[in-house]
Structures are given as structure tokens and as C-alpha cells.
DNA sequence: TATTATTGTTCCAAAATGAGACAATAACCA
DNA sequence: TGGTTATTGTCTCATTTTGGAACAATAATA
């Protein structure tokens, strides 16, 4: 059982897989007003990394894409949106990947298929904080959250990549605010209140929104559904709750 | 000196690109108040296609984009924007490429490297109509300019990627006020009346905008540089010439 | 019962936009 | 030469959107 050593996943020809082609993603989360973004740990070398997967000879990129998101998160049905690829010369480093791949116990020759030279295809997913489990990869430790304002180094162009992301967000969000419930519902919990959607506008765009602007513009919309209050246990007014309203198909 | 009969470009490993992957080109232009783009034109198989290239083991992917650009238009400094990785399994259909290859009197094997399922990197380009010297590759027998609301059939997936080339083309337009200056300038001509300039917004947004409040906005920009007039030989009042002021570094 | 923090809403000024109106022309024509 | 015509630059005013603040309505607490 020899295979059991060498992960399919990893063999050495990753003959299964479109050669040179990799996809990363940036893969966002919503927890206590922070913006979060899962990362690869590999603890025996201080590495971190997005989370990355290969495209299948018969398979669609972006069927690909969901398969591995899939794979990292537990769920599916998730906001998916491909941002950007890239392919610079500089991202050919071996030495990260050989030093990760060395501390699992693997001995990959020079010319082993994951020491090549990639280019990866971006994309930047939107899910539900409580709801995914995180899952490792073969290589990594652990797959977890971490905030976008504190990440830690990443390895090879992996900041460039975040970056990118966000900035696509953030000018997706300006585009789409019909698309409101789509993109805004995955980052929330199933009902929330005004604040807690200003809060999320707030840390995406990075900016500080007005409070009865914000308010009349979203319930303009006419696409929150308002429902009890919310009874926080603070000297104060509660403020009500909304949902989203049900998908339509 | 064999080697003529087989480019170098051709050559059965293809071993100087990276394997499986492309790129395509939507190169757009702008004259007598048309959107153009650039096509390939296989006579002898009924086939247009956009200009696509490769890349090489040692080049930056972008840094690929303008160099075949740079083939295609004889120009450099180009406005170039990468847009969106297309890469279904549908793509992937040997026929149309193989009748191109045996029109231009090659043979392809099964396993040609061009016969191989490629991903796409998309860019879009805006270029100067009157300065691009169109120049068709190797497989082609002309490359020239057709109008968008009136292309040929295209090959493979073709189509869908102008779409998508052009719906981010808008996107970025909305977004890009500032901007303006580098995106509209190789499309227009060194000096331009007002109404070329709406024209072109008209054209990329397909949609017809009010003279007055086009007029507003675009002077309140504060970019555009006011000339002498331009009379036309009509019968009415001569509009002014602009041109925008010239780039600092 | 007063206090406090937060919320939903309203109000008004300021800014942006929509929709025309109007005067100023170039060229043409009678 | 003076009227005609098409197009342009600007102005006006109504409408809409936004900014910024005020205000009343709470939930809990003291």
C-alpha cells in the first residue's frame, strides 16, 4: 500500500492535473465585525498560504475551482467570483514549497511537478463564518481564519493576491447593489440588524458610512425583510431585525 | 532549411510556452463612431478568431501580453487590462485549429501541443485606430478590424469572451472618472470635440446619454484642455477642439 | 422615575442630475 | 446681404440624491 505514502494528490507526474496551472483563493469570512480570510499553516516552517488546488484534465476551471473550495470548507453552494491570474516569473520559488514539502517527510526531485513553474487563477469566495470547517490540506496543519487587518507573512505573492481581492470586492460592491442579498447574505448570520449590515459595508470599503444615509438608502432598496426586534440586554432602543427574502428560482 | 517550413512558433513541442496555457486578446478601437476589434481571418476556413499568443518559460505573464500585443499592432504602450481565465472543457475542440493548421499545409499529429486543451488568460486592449499596423500571426491570413455590432462567427469560445471583455470594459468605465484620460485617449484622436467624446461613451455604454449633463460633468472633471474651434463645413455653429493635457511623470 | 445609549425617522441644506430653453454661431441659400 | 438651418455652449429650473444634524422612541439601569 506503498500509495499510502505518496498521496495521490501528489504523485509525481500530477499526471491528472492541467500542468503549470494553479488556482489560489481568498476566501472571506465575517466574524465580531472583522473581515477574515482562511490561510494554510504550515507550522515546521513559519509558512502561510492561501489556499490553492489544480484543475482536473476533464474538468471545468470553474467547476474546479468550486471542487476545491469545496474540499477547504465543507460547504457548497458558495459566492465565487474569479478576479485575476498570475503568472509572474518572480512566483517561481521553489525554496517555500520544497521546504514545506520536506518538513511532511517528502524528498521531491528538482523536477517534481509542484516545484514547476505555475500560474494561478484568482478567486475570492464569500461563505458563512459559523457554518464552514476548515479543513487542511496534505501538505498544511491547519486551515483557519485569520483577520485581514493582522495576517500574517505570507509566502511567494500571496499579499499581492489578497490585495487584489479585495480591492475586486470592494468595486464589486459598488456594482451590485441589486445583487445585495446575494454577495451580503453568505458574510451574515440568517436574520441581523442594520448595524451589523453597516458594519460589514464599513470594514469591506474600509471607511466609515453615515448612519440615516446608509439606512434610507438600504431600505430603498426594498429588499430587507423586517422582523422582531432584537433585545441585546443594552440601555437602549433595540433595533429590529431583517432578513433576506427567500431565493426565488 | 527545414526550419522554414515549420516556424519556430510551431514547432511540434511548442517547448519554449508554457504548456496549456493562452492567451486571447479583445482589442478594441474606436472610429466614425464605431467600437472595432481586431480579428484573425482563416480564408480559407470560414473561421475568424481573436488574436491569441503564448507564453514564454521565462516571461512574466503580462509581460507576455504586450509583447504579442506589440505583434499584433505594431505599438507599444498600450492600455491593456487582463479581464477573466476562460477555461471550460468545451474549449477544448481539436477541429477548428487542426482545419486551420492543414489549410496553412501542416500536418498536425493527435498530440500537437496546439491540439492540446488550452486555458485563456483575457485581456482587453484600447488602442488608436488610426496608428495600429494590424499584422496577421502565423496561421492567419489577415488580421483586421470588424465592427463589434457586426462580427463574423467566431471560433470556440470566442464570442463569450468579447462579451465578457466588453461588459468589463463598461464596468471599468463607471468606476474610472479619473481615469478618464488614460482609458479614452487611444481611442480618440490627439484633439476631439465634445461630442466624439460622448459618442464614445455612448458606444461602449450603448446607451444614449443627455448632451447637457454630459457636457457638465465632463468640463467639472477639470482634465479636459480647451483648443480653438473645429470647423467642420456645416451649417452651424463650430464646436471646440480638447485634448488632454499631456501625462506627467 | 430620571438617566443613558442606541435606534428609527424626520428635516433641511447642499449637491447632483434631468429636461429643456435659449442665444451664438458657421455655412448655406434666396 | 440678410434670412435659414443645424449644432453647440451655456443657463435655468424642477427633481432627485446626499450630507449632516436633530429629535423622538425606546430598553435597560440607577
Known amino acids: 500500500m ?6 495521490e494528490e501528489l504523485n509525481p507526474e500530477g499526471a491528472d492535473f492541467l500542468p503549470g ?7 472571506f469570512g465575517f466574524h465580531q465585525n472583522q473581515l477574515k480570510i482562511l490561510l494554510l499553516d504550515y507550522r515546521n516552517t513559519d509558512l502561510f498560504a492561501l489556499p490553492g488546488g489544480f484543475i482536473r484534465q476533464n474538468e471545468n476551471l470553474n ?9 477547504r470548507t465543507s460547504l457548497t453552494d458558495i459566492y465565487l467570483e474569479q478576479f485575476y491570474s498570475f503568472g ?4 517561481h520559488d521553489v525554496a517555500p514549497l ?16 509542484l516545484l514547476r513553474r505555475f500560474v494561478s487563477v484568482g478567486y475570492y469566495a464569500l461563505i458563512d463564518f459559523t457554518k464552514a470547517v476548515p479543513i487542511a490540506d496534505l501538505l498544511s496543519d491547519s486551515c ?11 509566502m511567494l505573492d ?21 445583487g445585495l442579498n446575494r454577495w451580503a447574505a453568505p458574510l451574515l448570520s440568517e436574520t441581523f440588524t442594520m448595524g451589523e449590515l453597516q458594519s460589514l459595508y464599513e470594514t469591506i470599503l474600509g471607511q466609515k ?5 446608509f439606512q434610507r438608502k438600504m431600505l430603498s432598496l426594498d429588499i430587507l425583510v423586517r422582523l422582531d426586534k432584537k433585545y441585546s440586554g443594552g440601555a437602549h432602543k433595540a433595533p429590529y431585525r431583517y432578513r433576506f427574502p427567500a431565493e426565488e428560482k
Do not use: C
Not at 506503498?2 to 498521496?7: M, V
Not at 520544497?98 to 511537478?113: C, F, N, S, V
Not at 483557519?144 to 505570507?154: G, Q, S
Open 2 to 7: 506503498s500509495q499510502h505514502l505518496i498521496p
Open 21 to 27: 496551472l494553479a488556482m489560489d483563493f481568498v476566501i
Open 63 to 71: 467547476d474546479a475551482a468550486r471542487r476545491v473550495l469545496a474540499e
Open 88 to 91: 509572474d516569473v518572480a512566483r
Open 98 to 113: 520544497r521546504a514545506i514539502m520536506e518538513a511532511k517527510g517528502l524528498k521531491p526531485g528538482d523536477d517534481h511537478w
Open 144 to 154: 483557519a481564519w485569520y483577520e485581514l487587518t493582522n495576517l500574517p507573512p505570507l
Open 158 to 178: 500571496h499579499r499581492a493576491i489578497v490585495q487584489k481581492a479585495l480591492e475586486t470586492l470592494r468595486a464589486d460592491l459598488d456594482r451590485k447593489g441589486a
Open 209 to 213: 458610512l453615515r448612519r440615516s444615509s
